[in-house]
């Protein structure tokens, strides 16, 4: 099938948050703190303006608590007192002139006495740089499987390195952006964003009303990523404010720059490997460090850490683990969800680390890797059985023929000789990522969807996930279609709407498809049976049932309902972070070929190929694109994409100098898929999103390594540190 | 504020304007005539989402002033036909939808003048349409699908 909504956008009918037509309405603006950490003394109005024009709001006008709710609420709506980092919201003004409420928001002065800032999360901060606990640590958490202490004692061979990541900004093409108005006494707010009911709770939270005098839609969104997981509460709150003060409709919709500047970005990663192993390559022991940057609230900092520490250890099969991490507070930017979620820092160092080993035994990678990847019946590093029938090895001998891996070996020994000023290398990773929420996240969400049987006979799919690019509106008529026997065209998918829709969860976490797709086979069964029929009744049997409920019911309403079930056999200790990770994970072997010139230190990827194993394939043609667009940011993130800070605030907030790939900067990006079908997933499904972004940058500078014979250890490897390891 | 009045072709029909002279021609398609198709991404002409023609050539609209295009012709993504973008719907060329319209525009130009293929590759002549969803393959492919028949975009 086709994405559904393909053609709107392609024709520009699509309408964005910024597109919606809005009647007498407000600009609205952010005023934002200078400073990384400090008193607020005063704030200063310009004396240009005339500021009987603008509507102001500040901390004061909040209704409720003065916080944004998540995980803690230490995270103000506007800053009151305090400011934590630069680029912290403290007042916002609106205008009817977008560009008179710019000029009114650079002439309000936020005048601020500074206090130490705590900047480097790699180091042990000062007493008088602590703002959180006793030692600026959001969050701890640690995982030991065996004794790794002993095991390492004992290993014939010990290799250590330390590996860093950077941080990495989402680039959604559509920036963050909010309308928010009143309808009666219902405060509708309007945007973009992918967890309708995170924003409905954070405004009911804030702004201290119930749910029935708050409606939040997702508008149709242009790229997400994360960026739009937990960010949209905040400016949700901003334009809800400045609507309720000014009793009119008001636009919020950041430029690029201010969203670069002030929105959340991947978790900056310092990773420890210390690797015991047997002189032929076998794992004896993992100990592992992960330290990530939080930033300046703890906003999603905890869950990051959880999923990076799980997947740390890598694919493989070791008896002694040991994985401590820590999320460390700083006065930088908050950091926040960005696709992968942890997984691709830590995995980066895995399988960096991995090849390091080999170099090290004087060992084959490819040989390093089938040695270790794990079999069924082997348990992960949290104990977990991994019993799913994927054949790992396969998937890495899959991508070793489709890439030619070893006659390209070859090619490039003799290419490298007769060159002077070129270098070719081929370099790859193994590695996996899991499912859904982590551990007993999905049995906490308690997913419900439900599918509205419609007079016509026709179905509307009713859930609070939503389409930003990856192809939820298409897969979920897929999924409902391909169930009842029916056409796409039968198929309706409502909007987003916290008035009409029940809270399936957030768009987040590579859930979509597996676990919400799954709620819709369940509530179209249910539905199915509420007209008598079983399941299997497929095609116009259905319709005409539906069709007749409502001759039979007039001003009656058919619905079916699922509520998320957890696959039987999960079992997850929180305390000792032992158990069942995942429901399931995807598994994948990334291989990539670059060239280097060795006299401009650039790299450049010639060739790229994915396999990946991901249950049963919905959508080729969709599948395909998730692939190669996170195997593309995933380039970017190993080569290109720096976040350069200053004071904890990111300073090349322009697409000018913060570079990301364009179709000249990378090859064509193959992708396979090996198929072994997932039981509780929708039709074998598993999650695909955020699994391609893990991959490429081990893989890439795997190849580097080889092309230059370096070891480079930290992304992103821009010519400036390729230069600095080569000469 | 002075305004000073614009007259220009959009789209195959005659408009006139009073507007700032410093609008930019972005804003006065979206906000003033409420042309949303052409999308803002970057607002300093590096992602190409905002791509339209102005007398026949692919430009920036974020960078340029209307007061420029008085006399010229201007044509938005509002203006090609639907049944031009079936090779970018089955190749995946869109995802989130956000470059797609600047993407189109940039494409179907490329499409009109395949002798650019003798010196340039696709690659090297979409490079100014920042794509962050589909890693350019369905781009290419589906310029690839439609090339090769000289047709002009509108």
Same mark, same amino acid.
């Given at each position: 099938m086709q994405r559904r909504e393909g053609l709107a956008k392609l024709t520009g009918r699509e309408r964005y948050v910024d597109d919606l037509p809005l009647e007498n309405f407000l600009w609205g603006? /952010?005023?934002?703190?200078?400073?990384? *950490?400090? $008193?607020?003394?005063?704030?200063?109005?310009g004396k240009d303006v005339d500021w009987s024009e603008f509507v102001i709001v500040d901390h004061r006008d909040i209704p409720g608590p003065n916080e944004i709710l998540l995980i803690e609420r230490d995270q103000p709506v506007l800053a009151a007192s305090h400011v934590r980092h630069v680029h912290e919201a403290v007042l916002l003004v609106a205008h009817t002139s977008r560009e008179m409420a710019r000029r009114a928001a650079q002439a309000v002065e936020i005048v601020v006495v500074p206090e130490p800032a705590a900047l480097d999360f790699r180091v042990a901060p000062r007493p008088e740089q602590i703002q959180y606990g006793a030692d600026n640590v959001l969050k701890r958490l640690k995982i030991e499987k065996g004794d790794v202490e002993r095991a390492l004692a004992h290993a014939p061979v010990v290799v250590e390195g330390a590996y860093e990541t950077g941080a990495q900004?989402?680039?959604?093409? &559509?920036?963050?952006?909010?309308?928010?108005? %009143?309808? &009666?006494?219902v405060l509708v707010v309007k945007g973009s964003m992918q967890c309708p009911y995170y924003v409905l709770n954070a405004l009911q939270h804030a702004l201290r009303r119930d749910e029935r005098r708050v409606r939040v839609i997702q508008a149709p969104t242009g790229g997400g990523f994360g960026g739009k997981e937990e960010y949209p509460s905040t400016i949700a709150l901003h334009a809800a404010l400045l609507a309720l003060k000014a009793r009119r409709p008001v636009k919020l919709v950041y430029d690029r720059s201010e969203d670069m500047a002030a929105t959340t970005k991947r978790h900056p990663a310092l990773v420890r490997h210390r690797t015991g192993l047997t002189e032929d390559g076998r794992l004896l022991a993992q100990d592992i460090e992960v330290i990530l940057d939080g930033g300046a609230y703890v906003t999603l900092s905890p869950v990051v850490l959880s999923r990076g520490i799980i997947h740390a250890a890598g694919p493989y099969a070791c008896d002694h683990v040991r994985i401590a991490g820590r999320a460390m507070f700083s006065n930088a930017v908050p950091f926040g969800a960005f696709r992968g979620f942890g997984a691709p820092q830590t995995l980066f160092a895995c399988e960096r680390h991995m090849d390091v080993i080999a170099r090290t035994l004087r060992m084959d990678p490819?040989? +390093?890797?089938?040695?270790? %990847?794990? *079999?069924?019946?082997?348990? /992960?590093? /949290?104990g977990q059985v991994i019993q799913d029938g994927t054949d790992r090895v396969a998937v890495l001998e899959r991508a070793l023929a489709l890439s030619t891996f070893e006659e390209k070996r070859r090619a490039h020994t003799a290419f490298n000789a007769a060159q002077r000023s070129k270098r070719r290398g081929i370099g790859l990773a193994t590695f996996y990522h899991g499912a859904g929420f982590t551990g007993g996240g999905e049995v906490h969400l308690n997913s419900r969807l439900r599918v509205a049987g419609l007079p016509d006979g026709r179905i509307e799919v009713l859930s609070a996930n939503i389409e930003m690019g990856q192809g939820t509106l298409t897969v979920f008529t897929q999924i409902a279609a391909e169930r009842l026997g029916v056409t796409p065209d039968d198929v309706v998918i409502g909007e987003p709407d916290t008035a009409r829709v029940p809270n399936s969860g957030p768009t987040v976490a590579s859930r979509t498809t597996m676990v919400v797709g799954h709620l819709i086979e369940r509530a179209v069964d249910d539905l199915r049976t509420r007209v008598g029929l079983d399941d299997r009744a497929r095609g116009s049997v259905v319709k005409d049932a539906i069709a007749h409920w409502y001759a039979a019911h007039p001003g009656g $309403? %058919?619905?079916? &309902?699922?509520?998320?079930?957890?696959?039987?056999?999960?079992?997850w200790d929180e305390q000792r972070y032992q158990g069942d990770a995942y429901g399931a994970f995807a598994w994948a072997a990334y291989v990539a070929e670059v060239e280097v010139d060795l006299r401009t230190c650039a790299t450049r990827v010639i060739d790229f190929v994915a396999v990946q194993e991901v249950g049963k394939v919905i959508n080729p043609t969709l599948a395909r694109g998730q692939v190669q667009g996170g195997v593309v940011q995933g380039v970017g993130w190993a080569l290109m994409e720096e976040c350069k800070f200053k004071d904890g605030a990111m300073v090349n907030n322009q697409l000018t100098n913060y570079l990301i790939p364009t179709s000249d900067d990378v090859p064509p990006i193959r992708v396979a898929f090996v198929e072994n079908p997932y039981p509780h997933g929708a039709q074998g499904a598993k999650g695909l999103g955020e699994l391609p972004i893990d991959g490429p940058a081990p893989a890439i500078l795997n190849a580097v390594a080889a092309a230059t014979g370096t070891e480079p250890r930290a992304i992103p490897l821009t010519p400036e540190r390729l230069m600095d390891l080569t000469r | 504020m002075s305004t000073v009045q614009v007259v220009f072709t959009?789209?195959?029909?005659?408009?006139?304007?009073? +507007?700032?002279?410093? &609008?930019?021609?972005l804003d006065t398609l979206r906000y003033r005539l409420g042309l949303t198709g052409t999308k803002e991404g970057c607002g300093e002409g590096e992602c190409g989402a905002c791509t339209v023609y102005l007398d026949g050539l692919p430009v920036n609209s974020c960078l340029v002033p209307t007061y420029q295009v008085r006399g010229a012709r201007v044509e938005s993504v509002e203006a090609i036909a639907a049944e031009r973008l079936g090779p970018f719907l089955a190749q995946g060329a869109t995802q989130c939808g956000a470059c797609t319209p600047g993407v189109v525009m940039t494409a179907l130009w490329i499409g009109a003048h395949p002798e650019l293929l003798e010196t340039h590759t696709i690659r090297e002549l979409m490079a100014g349409n920042l794509c962050r969803c589909t890693g350019y393959d369905g781009i290419v492919d589906a310029v690839n699908t439609a090339l090769g028949h000289g047709e002009p975009p509108v």
């Open positions: 603006m /952010t005023v934002r703190s200078p400073a990384p *950490r400090g $008193r607020i003394t005063a704030v200063r109005f900004e989402h680039v959604y093409l &559509e920036t963050q952006g909010m309308i928010a108005w %009143l309808e &009666e006494d490819v040989e +390093l890797r089938r040695k270790n %990847l794990i *079999r069924d019946g082997q348990r /992960t590093a /949290t $309403r %058919l619905v079916g &309902e699922a509520v998320y079930e957890a696959p039987p056999g999960i079992s | 959009l789209n195959g029909a005659a408009v006139s304007l009073d +507007l700032d002279p410093a &609008e930019r021609l």
